[in-house]
């Protein structure tokens, strides 16, 4: 049998190889590597440099024949002292808050039943996993035909709660619970990302530590808040961070099942920078929106990745 490493040796022209021969390990590394580095310089750090230039201008992507104007800082101080856009900040706040207590009490409670290895298990490991496959636009249209004031059945659900008429209020629309209608959506969709991490984290848990805990007679709330609570911490906090880098610029699902509205009750920083980007075309002043969105997303992750080293070493 023919050796396929000689036989593509043998095929390959000798002035290449000679000129392969002579490369060191280190070139021929930085050969593999360098297609990488080239595609990554220019989908992400070209377009974050020309966005920060654009921060500093009027410039304004439906009139590229006007004259560019270098405004300096004045973006940065229109943002950073509109009263709307810290309003949609405590609203994007607000939302990443109450999706991320729920998606990390929920998930870690699933993780912790589905630990408990009993008939079925894996079956309902599937089911439970299955909305954290779908599209944000399955979901969005899914979750909107169940929101309808006439047929959905959340409305319903509500009716039989609190005695109001399901065809009376929309949940989406003004009057409704437009916010928790959306964290309702993002809890159900993404749960299950939640718990996935915790059981692995649960699992990575040697039971040779519970059996120790056991011998000393500790008691399962004791062993839950002294062995499982710890060991686990590092996996909840990296869905934490996951979930919040995800979800602080999230706008596909808010605008496929509000549109952004009522209002501005679930106008979030991500839907409002779309908004001056593609709707008002300030495109220099949405860059520098967006500058200020990204260190701020990138100031909180380098804090809490800090957070999380110390987590981990102890």
């Keep these: ?39 990554l310089l220019a989908i992400n750090i070209f377009p974050l440099i ?5 921060s500093f201008t009027n410039y304004r992507a439906n009139r590229p024949n006007e004259e560019v104007e270098w405004v300096g800082l004045r973006n940065y101080i229109r943002i950073l002292t509109d009263d709307g856009i810290w309003a949609n900040m405590q609203t994007t706040a607000h939302f990443l808050f109450w999706t ?53 059945l959340v409305n319903y659900v509500v009716e039989l709660v609190t005695g109001t008429p399901a ?16 964290i309702l959506v993002d809890t159900w969709m993404w749960t299950p990302f939640v718990m996935l991490i915790c ?25 839950f808040w002294t062995i499982t609570i710890p060991m686990v911490l590092p996996f909840l906090m990296l869905a934490v961070l996951f979930r919040g880098i995800e979800n602080f610029k999230m706008f596909d699902m808010v605008v ?14 991500s839907i409002d920078l779309k908004r001056e980007a593609f709707e008002k075309w300030r495109t220099g002043y949405s860059s520098a929106y967006a500058i200020i969105l990204f260190v701020t997303v990138f100031g909180l992750a380098s804090i809490y990745v800090k957070a999380l080293n110390k987590v981990k070493e102890r």
Excluded: C, H
Excluded at 25 to 34: P, Y
Excluded at 167 to 182: E, Q
Excluded at 199 to 223: F, H, N, T, V
């Design 256 to 269: 496929l099942l509000t549109g952004g509205g009522p209002g501005n009750e679930t106008l979030l920083a």
């Design 199 to 223: 059981l692995a984290g649960l699992r990575s848990i040697p039971d040779y530590i519970y059996e120790a805990a056991e011998i000393d007679r500790a008691s399962k709330w004791r062993q």
């Design 50 to 54: 020309w966005t920060v230039r654009l």
């Design 167 to 182: 065809s009376s209020f929309s949940m989406l629309g003004p009057g409704g619970l437009a916010k928790w209608s959306i």
């Design 100 to 152: 991320l207590f729920f998606q990390v009490l929920i998930g870690f409670t699933l993780a912790w039943l589905i630990n408990r290895k009993f008939k079925g298990n894996d079956l309902l490991t599937t089911l439970i996993v299955l909305p954290m496959m779908l599209s944000p636009a399955v979901v969005g249209n899914f979750w909107t035909f169940l929101y309808q004031p006439q047929i959905g």
């Design 1 to 39: 049998m023919t050796d396929p490493i000689a036989a593509a040796a043998r095929a390959t022209p000798d002035p290449l190889a000679r000129r392969i021969r002579g490369l060191s390990d280190r070139a021929i590394a930085w050969l593999f590597v360098a297609p990488t580095i080239f595609l």
